[in-house]
């Protein structure tokens, strides 16, 4: 168990819609990642926030947006939703901003959404 | 930009038998390498990871990965499978102040 909390595990909805994923971090720990992993296209980096601000942005559509709060936990956002989103989303954190004392990151489990 | 390839979607190995996962990395000064594991329907797990000193770094599970800057590789390598080993095994690269990148995976299965 890393001690990230992701939920729903699992989500179906219509394309179209919006979603909203939550994560909760390890308990100090002060990043927070978003990653989409997809078959195609492996795992790719959406963004990080580090105590509350938005610290790195990757490839995150515009349709997407997340935010981390004042008690670290943190949602991602995705409207608009179109069958090509349907992938495992995974948040990860570490203790600061440039990952843990050995760079590496606690992942979750990961929320599996389904776009149809 | 960095990047981290692994070039093999699938490696099949018979149980007992070395393997070994590639890994090839983009050079952008010193790089932080990782090495990740998943399991079916679980997160993925820290495996190893090498930031300076010995090439060779050994990680968890039996694990290990040779760092070749000459070659831009990190592969990693295990001296005799177990099916439990069978995952997809994601290789990624770090900076130290950059969110990691990471390969496309490559998928372990351990025959036995």
Same mark, same amino acid.
């Given at each position: ?59 995150? #559509? ?31 954190? =570490? ?17 599996? #959404?389904?776009? #149809? | 930009?960095? =990047? ?81 080993? =069978? ?26």
């Amino acid at each position: 168990d890393s001690g990230v909390t992701q939920t729903p595990k699992h989500l179906i909805t219509a394309t179209g819609q919006r979603v909203t994923l939550r994560c909760s971090p390890r308990s100090g720990d002060l990043s927070v990642y978003w990653y989409q992993q997809s078959l195609d296209q492996g795992l790719q980096f959406l963004i990080q926030y580090y105590n509350g601000e938005e610290r790195a942005k990757g490839n995150i #559509l515009e349709r997407f947006s997340a935010q981390q709060f004042p008690d670290l936990h943190s949602e991602l956002n995705l409207s608009s939703l179109e069958l090509g989103d349907s992938a495992l989303y995974f948040c990860a954190s =570490s203790p600061d901003v440039a990952g843990g004392p050995a760079g590496e990151l606690f992942f979750g489990e990961g929320s599996r #959404l389904t776009v #149809l | 930009a960095q =990047s981290v390839a692994q070039p093999e979607d699938q490696v099949n190995v018979a149980e007992g038998n070395p393997l070994t996962v590639k890994c090839t990395y983009s050079v952008s000064g010193n790089p932080y390498l990782f090495w990740y594991v998943q399991y079916p329907n679980r997160g993925l797990q820290f495996l190893l990871k090498y930031i300076t000193g010995d090439n060779l770094v050994k990680g968890s599970y039996g694990f290990e990965a040779e760092f070749n800057k000459s070659q831009t590789s990190f592969h990693l390598k295990k001296p005799s499978a177990l099916v439990s080993d =069978s995952a997809l095994y994601f290789c990624a690269q770090g900076s130290g102040n950059t969110p990691l990148v990471f390969g496309k995976g490559t998928r372990l299965s351990v025959i036995a």
